[in-house]
Structure formats: structure tokens, C-alpha cells
């Protein structure tokens, strides 16, 4: 039997470790039919457990970076050579770790190579900003070694084409599986008030304050009409949020919800006339697209992820992250019952290589 690896040490909690469930449970078939032989190796086990997958269980990576890039570029080489000959080593973490094997590939989820941070990101969040300066080293670390890198957008696959001069017709783009994430097809009630949400962790490159912003502009005017803006930000989560806390929590018409489960979340989704999401870069923007099934309005930043994940959406207009009086201007409008600024968008289809689902992406992977 072919044999193949999954490398997944660092993928514990979120969307990342849905991948890598998605992945496995695939996997777990295609193992099961006998031809292939495959190994994950994961944080724990239990994270993410299959029948007919083999685990090699290690913590020891997660705990400082230097553990980290010891075990992609020393240990794993070894493991690779315990378990010759690999036929296809697949990181889902952006590492292209040292090891030998016929073919390899990498997930490439982060997308910081290309954020153009500014000196509050030192100040309030300085992982992030070192994080930003190093994930091009990073990614660049054995990158072609390589038969194909993968994705989940257009702009990206092109990105990372020029960045590191590689061919875009070895990069994979692998846009998420959009599941359902409830009921869309009946809305709450709306209120008379125009209410307007933003879902997002409370990170310094998701720019909350342009948010904030627009709403102290917005608090100027005579509007005539009531509106309200939810953040999902408490204003104690870290530097960056005690500072958003400090300088707008007591800002009318702005209210600071803190974290969602996702029952209160999909009531949030339900309840708001429309979506706000400034973040300033994104490998996809979730709750754009989960937003995008109740049809109701979404402003945007208008830069190229927004554009991918929100195609096919009916009511969407962009703003310049950087200039909260853009968004202020939008939201005006939206408040006084103008939608003459919204427009749908065209649904995006894809150049190949292209895999909607994980069976048509081993299909590549593993030349089929």
C-alpha cells in the first residue's frame, strides 16, 4: 500500500481544526479501501479520531515556536524515514517541513505574508505583527519542494504565485465547504432600529476601530432614525480590546456583546439588518459567507478576500478599511432607507487546479 501522511501538530480549536477533521474523515474512507495507508500526525489523537488512520500524538511542538520548527525540520525527517517509503506528505499548516517523501504538499491558511500592519499592531498585538513579518519566512522555508501548494482563494493562489515564484497551475485552490449553520429561510422580526453586527476575534488587523469610528461620526448627525451597532468584543480580552474598551465602550448606539456561542451568534445573524466586517486581511471571512445566506446587506472591505468569499451575494457594498468615513457614509445611507448602493455580485468561478470537496483534491494531490 501507498502511504500517506497528514502533519497537523498545531491544529487544535477553530476552523483550522475543522480542516483537518474534514480531511481525516476522507482519509478514513480511502484507507478503508485498502490501497492507502495513512498517518496523521496530530496534537492528540481524540481532536480528531478515525477508523483505519494511524496516529502519532505529540505536544511537545505546540509549546514554544522553537519546539515548533525543531520538529518540522529535524524530527519529522526522521519520522519520514520510519515510515519509507511516504508516498504523500501533506502539511495543513503552512510548513513545508524537511522529510522525504515522492510527493509533498502544504495548506496554506495564512494569508500575513500580505498585511500591511502599522505601529498600533506593535503596540496592542506584537505577535501578530512579528507573526506578519515572519509567515513569508516561513512559507518560503522548503516551498519547493512542493508538488502543489493549496489555498482557499483565487487572490491567494496568485499571491503566493508571485511572492515565490511558483506555478499557479501547482496551487490548489480549495475554497471551505459551506455548510448549513441553521435556519435562514425565516428571519426574527426585524426592529424598527437599523441594527448592524460584526463578528470577529478581538484582534488587532480586525479592525474593530474603524467601527468605532463611523459610529462616533454617525453619533454627530441628525439621522431621524434609530440605529445600533453590536461587536463581538468585550473590551478585556486582550491589549488591543481594553483599548477599544477604554477609548469607545461607552460610545452611544455601539454595543460591545463580547464572544458568542453559536445559538447567540446565528440570533445575531437573524436579528441584524446587516453585516459590517473591516477586517484588513483574511484567508476567507467566515461570517461573510454565513452571513451571505439570510440575503440581507453586508458592507465590506474592499479588498480582494471580501470580493471572493461574499460572490454571488445580493446586497453588498465595499469600503476602504483605512477610512472609517466611508463605512460612516454607507451605513447613513442604509439607516435613512437608501439601498441604491448596494449591488449583487456575480458568482466566481474558478480556473484549475480546483477542488470544491477533499475527494477531488486528493484526486490532484495524489495524481488520480
Not at 194 to 218: D, G, Q, T, W
Request: proline share 6%; with cysteine.
Amino acid at each position: 500500500m501507498r502511504t500517506i501522511v497528514v502533519s497537523a501538530v498545531n491544529l487544535v480549536e477553530a476552523g483550522t481544526l475543522a480542516i483537518l477533521r474534514d480531511c481525516l474523515s476522507y482519509l478514513s474512507t480511502l484507507a478503508g479501501q485498502g490501497e492507502y495507508r495513512v498517518v496523521a500526525v496530530v496534537y492528540k489523537k481524540e481532536l480528531a479520531d478515525f477508523p483505519h488512520i494511524e496516529y502519532i500524538e505529540t505536544q511537545w511542538p505546540k509549546k514554544r515556536w522553537l519546539n515548533r520548527l525543531w520538529y518540522e525540520y529535524v524530527s519529522m525527517r526522521k519520522i519520514s524515514k520510519e515510515l519509507a517509503p511516504v508516498y504523500l506528505w501533506l502539511s495543513l499548516h503552512d510548513t513545508s517541513p524537511s522529510v522525504i517523501a515522492e510527493r509533498q504538499a502544504v495548506y496554506c491558511h495564512n494569508s500575513f505574508s500580505f498585511y500591511r500592519w502599522k505601529m498600533h499592531d506593535w503596540i496592542f498585538a506584537p505577535k501578530i505583527a512579528m507573526f506578519a513579518l515572519l509567515t513569508r519566512f516561513i512559507y518560503q522555508t522548503n516551498i519547493h519542494k512542493n508538488r502543489y501548494l493549496v489555498v482557499q482563494q483565487e487572490w491567494f493562489r496568485q499571491a503566493m504565485a508571485k511572492m515565490f515564484d511558483f506555478p499557479t497551475n501547482r496551487i490548489v485552490v480549495a475554497p471551505p465547504q459551506r455548510k448549513a449553520i441553521g435556519e435562514t429561510t425565516s428571519h426574527d422580526e426585524l426592529s424598527p432600529e437599523v441594527s448592524f453586527f460584526y463578528a470577529a476575534s478581538p484582534n488587532s488587523h480586525k479592525n474593530f476601530e474603524c467601527i468605532c469610528r463611523a459610529v462616533e461620526m454617525l453619533n454627530t448627525k441628525q439621522l431621524g432614525k434609530p440605529f445600533s451597532v453590536s461587536i463581538t468584543l468585550k473590551g478585556n480580552e486582550n491589549k488591543y480590546a481594553q483599548w477599544i474598551g477604554n477609548k469607545w465602550g461607552k460610545t452611544p448606539n455601539l454595543q460591545l456583546v463580547g464572544f458568542l456561542n453559536k445559538v447567540e451568534l446565528l440570533r445575531y445573524y437573524s436579528q441584524s439588518h446587516c453585516l459590517i466586517f473591516p477586517s484588513k486581511i483574511e484567508t476567507w471571512g467566515l461570517p461573510i459567507s454565513e452571513f451571505a445566506t439570510y440575503s440581507k446587506p453586508m458592507l465590506l472591505s474592499d479588498l480582494p478576500y471580501a470580493h471572493e468569499t461574499a460572490a454571488g451575494s445580493s446586497q453588498v457594498a465595499f469600503f476602504n478599511p483605512d477610512k472609517p468615513e466611508e463605512l460612516a457614509r454607507l451605513m447613513e445611507q442604509l439607516i435613512v432607507g437608501n439601498t441604491s448602493h448596494l449591488k449583487a455580485l456575480p458568482s466566481l468561478q474558478y480556473q484549475e487546479p480546483y477542488a470544491p470537496n477533499w475527494e477531488q483534491m486528493f484526486n490532484i494531490l495524489l495524481n488520480k
